[in-house]
Each structure stands twice: as structure tokens, then as C-alpha cells.
């Protein structure tokens, strides 16, 4: 006989879990928040991104051109709704571009 316990939880729910018991859910989300970010510019964009991270729920950008820089600073509002639409929820509150 098996002892395994079987649940009617769906994957997602589980591999959440898992990432909350761990401690990986805020590291997660961060990466899942710099992919959407590099969907949403696309990879003319992206290659031009010279660092991305996220501080108290802002996206900080560092770009390597200046008028790219300028669009980004003109498109904040729409790049934070176009990241937070795709996760679900609203994880971001600011975009910083440097």
C-alpha cells in the first residue's frame, strides 16, 4: 500500500507553496517581472537595458541610450500596466529609468 497522500490542489497552487516555504517567491517574481518586461519593449529595447532591478516595487532601468531612455520615461504608466496585467496583480507602483 502506498503512503503517498493525493490532493485536489492544481500545480500552481502547489509549486506557490513550495516557493513561499522556501523563500523564493519574492525571487520569482522578480524574474517573472523582468520578463514581462523584456516581452513588452521587445529585444531592440531589451538589448539596450544595461541593468534591471526592482526596489520597493519599482522597476529601476539603466539604459545605455538616451533617447530610448527619454521614450521609456514618456511609456511609464503603460509598461507598469502591461507587467502587472501579465502577472495577475499589481506588483509593480513606479518605473525609475537611468
Not at 503512503?3 to 523563500?23: A, C, M, W
Amino acid at each position: 500500500m502506498s503512503s503517498r497522500k493525493y490532493t485536489d490542489q492544481s500545480l500552481k497552487t502547489i509549486i506557490g507553496e513550495l516557493l513561499r516555504n522556501n523563500g523564493l517567491e519574492k525571487k520569482f517574481n522578480e524574474l517573472e517581472v523582468i520578463r514581462c518586461y523584456r516581452e513588452s519593449v521587445g529585444e531592440i529595447i531589451w538589448k539596450k537595458t544595461r541593468e534591471v532591478y526592482i526596489r520597493d516595487k519599482t522597476l529601476v532601468l539603466k539604459m545605455d541610450s538616451g533617447p530610448i531612455k527619454q521614450e521609456l520615461s514618456y511609456q511609464k504608466t503603460k509598461i507598469i500596466a502591461r507587467i502587472n496585467d501579465a502577472l495577475g496583480a499589481p506588483y509593480l507602483e513606479a518605473l525609475d529609468v537611468w
